[in-house]
């Protein structure tokens, strides 16, 4: 199994954390989206996306995004419920992360990390950054009354949203205002076989 990713990516660190939390060994091939080699010729050729994570399960099979790789990873485990409400509410929080969630928080993180913040690109942080807050409103409102995201268990909805959420403050979020959060990311932590986020590339086959 081989993982085309890049270390700084929260969507790329839940593919890995997955990974680990399962015990599942594979090779890691780092891409350096800000120097253009998730749009080369030959990567665009396995997802012609162009973006990272891609999973490569089996020679000659591409699996791109995040979330769907979750999924795919999780299913016949604990990660994923089988029955058929919990792995709603599991998608109901995928697709909110994905669409509420991830693009208020991982992008304020990323412009302040990578780019040089022009008066235009302030006015646009700002909007992001209050969209971002209004996510993280969302998430303090239900884990006041559960533990987890999705039928009271630690499931990959907690892994999705983990990943940019705890990294947060790198996009300019205080979480002081939301305690649920701030327990509900400790109880992540707790998890067994918890690997924190890398910043820089590991041994090829990475392990906690």
Known sequence: MKLYDNFDSGNGYKVRLILNQLDIPYTYLE?????GESRTEDYLAMNPNGRIPLLEPEPGMYLPES???????????????????????????????????????ATPRFWLRHTEIDPRRQGL??????????ALGVMEHHLKT?????????????IALYAYTHVAHQGGFDLEPYPAVRDWLDRVRDQP???PMATQPGPVSWRD
């Open 67 to 105: 979330n769907a790789i979750l999924c795919f990873l999780a299913e016949g485990t604990p990660y994923l419920p089988g029955d058929r409400w919990s792995r709603a509410q599991v998608m109901q929080w995928l697709f909110f992360e994905q669409y509420s969630h991830e693009p208020n928080i």
């Open 31 to 35: 891409v350096d989206t800000l120097k």
């Open 146 to 158: 559960s533990p987890y995201f999705a039928a009271g268990i630690y499931t990959i909805a907690d």
């Open 193 to 195: 076989r918890h690997a």
């Open 125 to 134: 942080l700002e909007e992001k950054q209050a969209l971002g807050r209004a």
